[in-house]
């Protein structure tokens, strides 16, 4: 059984560019939750969609947006990156509520 | 909202136990357990849905007390390969999916 894949896993972008990741979870997952990991931050949590809608979003401006296609895939967007949107970007998934979720490796994006 | 974990660090010798502690302050649907080792994914260990509930793998439990919002992960007899960072996270009734991660324990196990 495939894991959560998330491409690609490094990015390196100047500031005021814009960033598109991808997810693709495990198959039969249809909740798909976003994270940020900085060293000064820890795991924030930044979106979770389900069926292509998102149901809980984090404390994250507006330049940070995602969507869910209908394959459960998702992508998010980061736009006029900033250089403290430096951080590994992690995605996961899970079947429903109440089990764990499965992590992607994570995009490593880094703003210069 | 975020949780609060204690210890920070652990440093521990084989053979050792650990507790590591989540305390919320917000009234609890679920609590997870994830450890994450350099340079890897975190990785889920368990999830605790029912207040008092304790599981087990192996020699890694936890328990759920929900009536203090606190939850306990309990790891006997360490090994190295327990050596990571543990993050627990916390889910809240009426918004299940928003899970809150804890700032993480970083536990080390020597020889």
């Known amino acids: 059984k495939a894991g959560v894949t998330q491409t690609p896993r490094y990015l390196i972008k100047t500031r005021g560019q814009q960033v598109t990741l991808s997810c693709s979870p495990i198959?039969?997952?249809?909740?798909v939750s976003w994270y940020q990991q900085t060293p000064g931050q820890g795991l924030q949590f930044l979106f979770e969609?389900?069926?292509?809608?998102?149901?809980n979003k984090g404390n994250f401006p507006g330049r940070f947006s995602g969507r869910q296609f209908s394959n459960s895939r998702s992508e998010m967007n980061v736009s006029t990156l900033e250089l403290g949107d430096s951080a590994l970007y992690l995605c996961?998934?899970?079947?429903?509520?109440?089990?764990?979720?499965?992590f992607g490796s994570g995009t490593r994006l880094t703003v210069v | 909202q975020q949780p609060v974990q204690s210890p920070q660090a652990v440093i521990l010798r084989e053979g050792e136990d650990a507790v590591i502690n989540c305390s919320s302050s917000?009234?609890?649907?679920?609590v997870h357990w994830y450890r994450q080792k350099h340079g890897e994914a975190p990785v889920f260990l368990m999830i605790?849905?029912?207040?008092?509930e304790q599981k087990g793998h192996d020699k890694i439990s936890a328990s759920f007390n929900e009536k203090k919002q606190q939850s306990s992960l309990y790891l006997t007899a360490s090994q190295l390969s327990y050596s990571g960072t543990y993050f627990c996270?916390?889910?809240?009734?009426?918004?299940?999916?928003?899970?809150?991660f804890g700032q993480g324990t970083t536990l080390q196990v020597k020889p």
């Open positions: 996961a998934s899970r079947s429903r509520q109440g089990v764990g979720y499965t």
């Open positions: 198959s039969g997952h249809r909740s």
């Open positions: 969609y389900f069926s292509e809608t998102q149901r």
């Open positions: 917000k009234a609890l649907y679920s």
């Open positions: 605790l849905l029912k207040g008092g």
């Open positions: 996270g916390t889910e809240v009734p009426g918004n299940t999916g928003k899970l809150i």
